[in-house]
């Protein structure tokens, strides 16, 4: 067991960095020092740069891109290149928590919310350390702290800013995922609820597919409150998954079913139906 933390240098990850970073690398670039002037920014963004690609899991440690990366983010051919479709943030989102470069996005939302409802920055502190000490991981206090920052920011847009451009720097904010609850002193509480969320189908029906490892069949429960699953992952509620499995079974009769096996409600997905023709069906609609 290993835990990841730090190396994005407090920075969140901003819209555009992305894609940024990926062309560096498809020209041949790598993140050194000849970065700096290729991505026109400073020396620790440039290393930011570079854990947010590997983070979203668009590229692995030789710079090699993956297929859905090629398939967002290409110039000429990709779907969505310059982010403007909310869809293609909720899959990055969901690439982000269960790639698990940066762990405390699966421990916060597999594990911890699950927990905790409500909660302030020191109770996530608490409970990483908690974890890395039952499993015998070593961690740094400071990393962890701002790792725990800069998860928040990422989902929030900031209280107070200068400029209007800071108000929307993190990458994952309008997802409205983590909500601002109420603030006694200088201790601000925060919450993740579950909510029918505005979630295209096809969208989730991606996120089943590429966390499904080769499986067909998943249970209600699975995919409401397994590890990974898109419940989990997405903060939906019982009735808005229900609402999605209905809308995926009507379009795709061929391939998805949904019965009661037994009493065990199932979601059953045939052989043949393809991540990237699911993601056409959204993209080209």
């Known amino acids: ?121 020191e109770q996530i502190l608490s409970f990483i350390e908690n974890e890395c000490q039952s499993k015998g991981v070593k961690y740094n206090v400071n990393s962890v702290k701002k790792d725990i920052s800069v998860f928040l920011n990422n989902y929030l847009i900031p209280e107070k800013s200068k400029s209007i451009e800071s108000d929307f720097m993190g990458l994952l904010y309008e997802l409205s995922l983590i909500d601002r609850v109420r603030k006694e002193g200088h201790v601000q509480t925060y919450r993740i609820e579950n909510r029918s969320r505005k979630i295209a189908s096809e969208i989730i029906l991606a996120a089943i597919l590429i966390g499904s490892e080769g499986g067909s069949s998943f249970t209600f429960y699975e995919l409401q409150n397994g590890i990974n699953s898109v419940g989990s992952v997405f903060a939906l509620t019982s009735n808005g998954l229900m609402k999605c499995i209905d809308d995926l079974c009507e379009k795709y009769p061929l391939y998805i079913t949904y019965k009661d096996d037994g009493g065990v409600q199932v979601l059953q997905i045939k052989e043949g139906l393809e991540l990237f023709e699911v993601l056409n069906n959204y993209y080209d609609n």
């Open 1 to 121: 067991m290993k835990y990841f933390f730090a190396g994005h240098e407090t920075f969140t990850c901003r819209n555009y960095w992305l894609k940024k970073g990926l062309d560096h690398t498809k020209s041949g670039g790598d993140f050194g020092n000849d970065a700096i002037n290729d991505l026109g920014v400073g020396k620790n963004m440039v290393s930011s740069i570079r854990f947010w690609v590997r983070a979203f899991g668009l590229v692995d440690g030789d710079n090699k891109h993956s297929e859905i990366a090629n398939y967002i983010f290409s110039t000429r051919k990709g779907k969505d290149p310059y982010l403007e479709d909310k869809g293609t943030i909720w899959l990055l989102h969901y690439l982000l928590v269960t790639n698990e470069i940066a762990s405390i996005y699966s421990l916060m939302f597999n594990y911890f919310r699950k927990i905790r409802i409500e909660f302030n920055r």
